[in-house]
């Protein structure tokens, strides 16, 4: 739980996730033969570098942040996205922005309720009207302070547990799948247990922007499994429907994902292994793409075996995601047993 609350606290937005991956290498590494790390950030811890027969378990560990576009001549301070940042949640929130410096405090500002049109005529927050106040009454002072055109920004909401098992934090898309394939290595060193091939534990970065260090690594590594693990949607809150977004519930267990890029008979492998392990399951299609790294996995090196593993999880992509503590805990031994149950030389062909 100190890990959790120190990873998911430290601040890692899509381009700039080294000091997270620092934290997490630091933490996996009693539980680890070696690391891989690249260009770009990713890092992957390895158990039995020098087998053939290579599976990847991985998550990615970038959350969505903003940078600074543009200044005005009063010191107001507008902003694009990195990454899919909600525009609708950001008036009045406390922001970081990244500098040389250090980081300088600031506030999305927001016109008092007194001040804005009513009805119809209200116009709701936008990306050309939101815009982030430092306390300074010029450019130039804004600048003094270190920030410029190109520095990200970040949200400081911070860990916390609700009602003694709910885990609330931003970015637990998906920092919470990085502490969960490094609590599979933790399991394997503190239970023992030898695998017979090579596992890479991947924590990717540039997700948020299209699938980008997924990629980059599954080019490296070659594997020959993948089983990522991701968020999705709770859809039992209001505003969400359903039938069109499917039914699943934080509590319930991992959701296991049916879609063209997951390989149907390493999908089938995770439900007889839950089955079999009494963890609880969910299920959810995807009519295209899953929107995860499974997709830059499945489709790498003329096609890697790949399942989709996802958290349920509330309020995506705003400062109060909320998932279940024991989802997690199903989650970290549904991939543990999984890992146990897969033999080296499986192809999962369908016409063997």
């Known amino acids: 739980m100190a ?15 080294w000091e997270g991956q620092k934290l997490w ?40 942040s903003w940078y600074v576009n543009y200044i005005t001549d009063n010191g107001l301070i507008y902003v694009i996205r990195n990454g899919g940042s909600d525009h609708q949640i950001a008036p009045s929130k406390r922001v970081n922005i990244h500098t040389d410096n250090g980081i300088v405090p600031g506030v999305f500002g927001w016109p008092a309720i007194h001040t804005r049109r009513q009805g119809p005529q209200e116009k709701p927050p936008e990306l050309d009207n939101i815009f982030i106040d430092v306390g300074a009454s010029t450019k130039d002072e804004v600048e003094a302070l270190g920030v410029h055109v190109g520095c990200v920004i970040t949200y400081p909401d911070e860990f916390f547990v609700l009602n003694g098992d709910k885990f609330v934090c931003r970015a637990i898309d998906n920092r919470i799948g990085g502490f969960m394939i490094a609590e599979v290595a933790r399991l394997l060193k503190a239970r023992k247990q030898k695998l017979d091939v090579g596992l890479y534990i991947v924590n990717a970065v540039q997700e948020e922007v299209g699938l980008r260090g997924a990629e980059m690594i599954a080019e490296r590594l070659k594997p020959n499994v993948a089983i ?19 039914a699943n519930k934080i509590g319930d267990g991992p ?45 790498s090196n003329s096609g890697v075996a790949s399942a989709l593993i996802s958290l349920p999880l509330r309020y995506m992509h705003t400062t109060v995601e909320m998932v ?29």
């Open 3 to 17: 890990f959790l609350e120190r990873y998911l606290n430290n601040a890692s937005p899509t381009g700039y996730e």
């Open 228 to 246: 990522v693990t991701d968020v999705s949607h709770d859809t039992s809150t209001p505003m969400i429907e359903p039938k069109r977004e499917g």
């Open 255 to 299: 959701v296991i994902c049916y879609a063209p890029a997951i390989q149907n008979k390493l999908r089938e492998r995770l439900i007889q292994v839950a089955n079999a392990q009494k963890i609880p399951f969910q299920r959810l299609p995807r009519s295209r793409a899953t929107g995860t790294d499974t997709d830059a996995f499945a489709y």
């Open 324 to 352: 279940h503590k024991q989802d997690v805990e199903h989650v970290i031994e549904l991939i543990y047993h999984t890992l146990l149950d897969i033999k080296p030389g499986e192809t999962f062909s369908y016409f063997e």
């Open 25 to 64: 290498m630091e933490y996996l590494r009693p539980y680890v033969d070696e690391f891989i790390t690249d260009t770009y950030g990713t890092a992957v811890g390895v158990i039995n570098p020098d087998a053939e027969y290579k599976v990847v378990i991985e998550g990615h560990a970038d959350e969505i």
